[in-house]
């Protein structure tokens, strides 16, 4: 292999970190710690880029003890982390050198400006809706401490990039990093007990502190400067607030028994808190920035009068700004409105009732300050830093990201079953919605979240034993009254979704509503269409929904529809799965269309590829005719969070990425092939063929126990990555195990089966039927079928197949080991034969590099995973053993870069 070219300032970042790595292995763990570990390196290095021994780093890691091999583990899972920081620093470099040409970058909203216009892209801005949500799987195997050590090592090499440094300047900075290594070394890279739902909340709001509700202001100016060029600041902004989030972390509860409905209370609360905080700062910060006095600046009879009132129902808080500015009206209408943002939050205040009624009412005081200042001549205090608080306020509001709820079907049936009610029977059901029957009597309106007391309470989580008594079905009801205390305390956008996994039929969606009226509680209902089954049927189901609530009025308006990326790749695998995807969107848009109804669809996407994983714009552009229309929702989650928001440099071109392709997407006249209306029958055969070698993989005899032989999906709860448990329901098949620590055991032991597996037969059959060009062409003229075989491709790079025949001989099957690897092989040649390539990633050089950079560490931890695992299930096994064998999963997965 030839030697790896990165970027001179990448290779040097990581030989920096590498070198400084080293120094701190030999300090603190000794150097014959040290020495080993640069044993296992050069081995794996001189294997993959000479041809070296294949065998040699199985042959040391042969020869270590337990402790031995912790150090060697936790030396290449620090590395993985520090070489991934480095990547992350090199992308937010090539992103700052390619924004200073003239044209705008690729994939930013100037990109999509300059594509479809200006004028479309204003029109298309006053109805876009872009909507991510973080969601309640944490599949982050990194500690929240680990986590912290890596961004202060990022703050020391962000100052080592300073153009003016000293030689003094310079090596205080090296021993900032020796000293932040040291630590990382001493951090301990597993957790020990399993977070709390409340743990996740906590976890986020971190997220969105250090960078969302910072960025967003950011991006929106962005977007702006893209439509009005230097005026941008001097004129109104022509870019509403389109972007909000949402969150399932506290809301979800579909197999996760810990969150209940105090839980549900308890989080709203938090990120009320949270948002409240910031946008109390944010506007004390430029209530002082405002000092232009009325002599110079004068204020508008409306903020005059406005003012007036105000001061009228608040004399101390008044009396109190008019010792600090009696010439400046601007900004004593802004320190008040700081003050009663902090009694929102508190409920206490100088004056009575000084909270404010909602969002709206201090979004009014701030448009009304704009339109005085720019009145007054004073158009870019005006549009400058107050436009900003505007964008916060617009997207925030006071809940911050708008939390939903997310429950089984069969739990809501068993809830319905305890009042009495068939939950089978739709006659019964429709009754209880048209004349609801009086809620039982223990159940009682909660009192609204309290976010000071929420915020300063100790965390806390349900004992075993409270969780082995878990009433899901019992919580039913008193989680929709929370939903309802929620909605009175922060606003109906605080919380008024409700997310129906696995929803099969019409029946399911009538047994929330029943409930909801027995609640009294008005919550939008959200079908989750997860297996191919069910997404086949999605546009029957919403075409009886929409029959049944339109009964003779004028029905729904609009209707929110998600797709789920997860069970339905566990299901019909990889090819099957994306192709019915498309098909029920292109189902479901047609009959949206003839319907009359405005349709979004929420893509319930992972962070592996199999699982819908993979760059979310270009996502966004391979959807079917029609599937965006100025609205894009997908989930985000895990270690996808960390990476798109915990930069913000990242954060703000993820946004502007996502923007970017939706308004592309939505953009009048655009033409874009339908993969199916080209190509269905080709496509149909592909499926068919793909999905039954995944069924004769996955249902052969003896899969279960082969799986759990060949893969650490049993150890992979004591990682304790989330608060939710890593199954729906225990059983000795695979029926109850959710798709994360699926996709997370396959990627374990670098196989990656869900993220291709079944796609070279699929293509070998389309091939046989229709010829490779056929192919090639489709490859070549649509989007969806480009993107899928991208994602394949990744997929197919991550996986090794000297480590997977390893891993699949512990499986003691060698019938299926074969079929796993001679589908490899096919699907390997087949991605290179449409897609006209003579090695993978060949046309994505970055990637590439980075791929071959990683493979010969990965191959160390793999060896002593390998070993670990029969180690750790042996009868002898210590809970050192089990600690290595975690180890190495955290590390594989930071070399991998995704968990599920």
């Known amino acids: 292999?030839?030697?790896?070219?990165?970027?001179?300032?990448?290779?040097?970042?990581?030989?920096?970190?590498?070198?400084?790595?080293?120094?701190?292995?030999?300090?603190?763990?000794?150097?014959?710690?040290?020495?080993?570990?640069?044993?296992?390196?050069?081995?794996?290095?001189?294997?993959?880029?000479?041809?070296?021994?294949?065998?040699?780093?199985?042959?040391?890691?042969?020869?270590?003890d337990t402790h031995q091999a912790e150090q060697v583990a936790r030396a290449f899972t620090i590395f993985f982390q520090l070489t991934n920081l480095a990547e992350q620093r090199a992308r937010v470099r090539a992103l700052r050198e390619r924004d200073t040409g003239d044209r705008p970058v690729a994939d930013s909203v100037g990109d999509a400006v300059e594509r479809i216009g200006a004028a479309a892209v204003g029109d298309l801005l006053a109805d876009l809706r872009v909507h991510p949500v973080w969601t309640a799987h944490p599949t982050e195997a990194r500690r929240r401490a680990v986590v912290d050590s890596l961004r202060r090592i990022d703050a020391q090499l962000e100052r080592l990039d300073a153009a003016l440094l000293g030689a003094t300047e310079e090596l205080s900075i090296r021993r900032h990093l020796r000293e932040e290594i040291a630590i990382l070394w001493r951090t301990a890279q597993i957790r020990t007990s399993r977070p709390t739902p409340v743990d996740e909340v906590r976890k986020l709001m971190a997220v969105f502190d250090a960078t969302v509700f910072l960025v967003l202001p950011h991006f929106y100016r962005a977007v702006d400067t893209a439509l009005h060029g230097e005026d941008v600041g001097a004129v109104p902004p022509g870019t509403p607030?389109?972007?909000?989030?949402?969150?399932?972390?506290?809301?979800?509860r579909d197999g996760n028994p810990r969150v209940t409905s105090t839980v549900t209370a308890e989080t709203a609360a938090l990120m009320a808190d949270r948002v409240l905080r910031g946008l109390e700062n944010a506007t004390r910060r430029i209530a002082r920035t405002l000092s232009a006095t009325e002599e110079i600046t004068p204020a508008s009879p409306d903020l005059l009068a406005r003012l007036a009132e105000l001061e009228a129902r608040y004399p101390v808080v008044a009396a109190a700004q008019h010792k600090r500015a009696a010439r400046s009206p601007h900004r004593r209408l802004m320190a008040i409105a700081a003050q009663r943002l902090a009694a929102t939050r508190t409920g206490q205040g100088t004056d009575a009732d000084m909270a404010f009624d909602g969002p709206d009412e201090l979004a009014a005081d701030i448009a009304l300050t704009q339109a005085s200042l720019a009145a007054g001549g004073a158009p870019r205090l005006a549009y400058g830093e107050l436009q900003h608080l505007a964008w916060q306020v617009g997207s925030f509001g006071f809940h911050l990201a708008s939390l939903e709820v997310r429950q089984h079907t069969d739990v809501h049936a068993e809830a319905l079953r305890r009042l009495g009610i068939d939950p089978d029977d739709l006659d019964a059901l429709r009754a209880v919605i048209a004349d609801p029957p009086p809620a039982p009597d223990d159940l009682e309106w909660p009192e609204p979240p309290d976010p000071v007391a929420v915020a300063s309470a100790p965390e806390r989580d349900l004992s075993p034993t409270d969780v082995a008594d878990a009433d899901p079905a019992g919580d039913v009801l008193a989680t929709m009254r929370v939903v309802a205390a929620i909605q009175r305390r922060f606003g109906r956008r605080a919380c008024h979704r409700w997310v129906i996994s696995f929803t099969t039929g019409l029946v399911d969606l009538l047994r929330v509503e029943a409930l909801a009226a027995i609640a009294g509680v008005d919550v939008d209902v959200i079908p989750l269409f997860e297996t191919r089954a069910d997404l086949d049927a999605a546009p029957h189901v919403l075409e009886q929904w929409v029959a049944e609530r339109r009964g003779d009025g004028p029905g729904p308006g609009e209707l929110e529809v998600m797709l789920g990326y997860s069970d339905s790749a566990k299901d019909a695998g990889f090819l099957a799965a994306n192709l019915a995807l498309y098909r029920a969107q292109r189902g479901m848009v047609a009959w949206a269309s003839e319907a009359g109804v405005r349709l979004t669809l929420f893509h319930g996407r992972g962070g592996a590829l199999g699982r819908g994983g993979g760059p979310t714009n270009r996502a966004v552009l391979a959807q079917p005719p029609g599937a965006v229309a100025g609205r894009?929702?997908?989930?985000?989650?895990?270690?996808?969070?960390?990476?798109?928001?915990?930069?913000?440099?990242?954060?703000?071109?993820?946004?502007?990425?996502?923007?970017?392709?939706?308004?592309?997407?939505?953009?009048?006249?655009?033409?874009?092939?339908?993969?199916?209306?080209?190509?269905?029958?080709?496509?149909?055969?592909?499926?068919?063929?793909?999905?039954?070698?995944?069924?004769?993989?996955?249902?052969?005899?003896?899969?279960?126990?082969?799986?759990?032989?060949?893969?650490?999906?049993?150890?992979?709860?004591?990682?304790?990555?989330?608060?939710?448990?890593?199954?729906?329901?225990?059983?000795?098949?695979?029926?109850?195990?959710?798709?994360?620590?699926?996709?997370?055991?396959?990627?374990?032991?670098?196989?990656?089966?869900?993220?291709?597996?079944?796609?070279?037969?699929?293509?070998?059959?389309a091939e046989e039927a229709h010829g490779l060009a056929a192919l090639r062409e489709l490859h070549a003229t649509s989007p969806f079928f480009a993107t899928l075989m991208e994602n394949a491709e990744m997929s197919l790079v991550k996986a090794d197949a000297r480590s997977a025949s390893e891993a699949l001989a512990l499986g003691e099957r060698p019938d299926l080991a074969q079929r796993i690897l001679d589908e490899l092989a096919l699907t390997t040649r087949m991605v290179l034969a449409v897609t006209g390539q003579s090695a993978l990633l060949e046309g994505r050089e970055v990637v590439a590099q980075a791929t071959a950079l990683r493979n010969p560490y990965l191959d160390v931890l793999s060896a002593v995973q390998l070993r670990w695992l029969g180690v750790a299930r042996g009868e002898d096994a210590t809970d050192e053993d089990r600690q290595v064998l975690m180890l190495t999963m955290n590390g594989i997965a930071a070399a991998l870069q995704n968990t599920g």
């Open 1 to 64: 292999m030839s030697t790896i070219e990165l970027p001179d300032r990448l290779r040097d970042e990581i030989r920096l970190l590498g070198r400084l790595l080293g120094q701190i292995i030999a300090e603190e763990a000794g150097e014959d710690v040290y020495e080993r570990v640069e044993q296992l390196r050069v081995a794996a290095v001189a294997h993959h880029r000479d041809g070296g021994d294949p065998d040699a780093v199985v042959d040391v890691v042969a020869g270590l």
């Open 241 to 252: 607030p389109f972007l909000t989030f949402g969150s399932w972390v506290g809301g979800d």
């Open 632 to 765: 894009f929702k997908v989930t985000e989650q895990g270690e996808v969070i960390n990476q798109r928001y915990g930069n913000g440099t990242l954060a703000t071109r993820h946004l502007e990425q996502i923007t970017s392709a939706t308004l592309i997407a939505s953009a009048p006249g655009r033409e874009v092939v339908d993969a199916f209306a080209q190509d269905g029958a080709m496509l149909e055969a592909m499926a068919t063929a793909s999905e039954a070698a995944w069924r004769d993989l996955v249902e052969a005899p003896g899969f279960p126990a082969f799986f759990r032989a060949v893969t650490p999906i049993e150890e992979i709860g004591a990682l304790q990555m989330g608060s939710r448990p890593s199954k729906r329901r225990s059983s000795g098949g695979l029926e109850g195990l959710r798709a994360i620590p699926w996709t997370f055991a396959w990627a374990q032991c670098r196989i990656n089966a869900p993220g291709w597996y079944g796609l070279g037969t699929g293509l070998q059959a």
